[in-house]
T-cell receptor, first 115, second 111 residues
Framework: EADIYQTPRYLVIGTGKKITLECSQT?????MYWYQQDPGMELHLIHY???????EKGDLSSESTVSRIRTEHFPLTLESARPSHTSQYLC??????????????FGDGTRLSIL | GQQVMQIPQYQHVQEGEDFTTYCNSS?????IQWYKQRPGGHPVFLIQ?????EVKKQKRLTFQFGEAKKNSSLHITATQTTDVGTYFC???????????FGAGTQVVVTP
């Protein structure tokens, strides 16, 4: 029912590598989000998008960047990975509705480990 | 800015007991949502409350939105091991604003 997909599911990679985490959804929803979450801890919003060519930084400063060239895709990129980037990254979609608040639907996440 | 606080941060519960987790906002909310995240999983939407004083039930879970729309609670009766996980509340100050998540209440159930 989530219809939002994240790849890879797990990634272990060395310091200095460029990484792209993929997030795609098939619902055609305009709103998409990236959260960073350490195990058992709170969700930190790092990026969001309200539509194609619209991206904003979230509440938590992040060295990552995002793009939204197509509605379905919202990839997150780290140009040079560092051990401090080790975390779980969750992508979410949300129907854009002005009538009432909408729930967010999350992907399974990418567990990133930088050696 | 808007802040959503949750207490307690951790809750150890004996199986069969009841417990309540609380969510408080520094500003009036348009609506509040609750999510559950199982260990190793992702947050899953449970419910949304919109009206002042609203109460909704899902089996053993009872959700309440305060009269002033600045606080909410989740009460679970007769806790089961399947209730293990972290429960997040999330609120908006208006219907189209950003969702502000609380830090979550991590629930551990002892058989």
């Amino acid at each position: 029912e989530a219809d939002i997909y994240q790849t890879p599911r797990y990634l272990v990679i060395g310091t200095g590598k460029k990484i792209t985490l993929e997030c795609s959804q098939t619902m055609g929803h305009d709103k998409m989000y990236w959260y960073q979450q350490d195990p058992g801890m709170e969700l930190h919003l790092i990026h969001y998008s309200y539509g194609v060519n619209s991206t904003e930084k979230g509440d938590l400063s992040s060295e990552s960047t995002v793009s939204r060239i197509r509605t379905e895709h919202f990839p997150l990129t780290l140009e040079s990975a560092r051990p401090s980037h080790t975390s779980q990254y969750l992508c979410a979609r949300e129907l854009d509705s002005r009538s009432t608040g909408q729930p967010q639907h999350f992907g399974d996440g990418t567990r990133l480990s930088i050696l | 800015g808007q802040q959503v606080m949750q207490i307690p941060q951790y809750q150890h519960v004996q199986e069969g007991e009841d417990f309540t987790t609380y969510c408080n906002s520094s500003t009036t909310l348009s609506n509040i949502q609750w999510y559950k995240q199982r260990p190793g999983g992702h947050p899953v939407f449970l419910i949304q409350l919109v009206k002042s004083g609203e109460v909704k039930k899902q089996k053993r879970l009872t959700f309440q939105f305060g009269e002033a729309k600045k606080n909410s609670s989740l009460h679970i009766t007769a806790t089961q091991t399947t209730d293990v996980g972290t429960y997040f509340c999330a609120g908006r100050t208006d219907s189209w604003g950003k969702l502000q998540f609380g830090a979550g209440t991590q629930v551990v159930v002892t058989p």
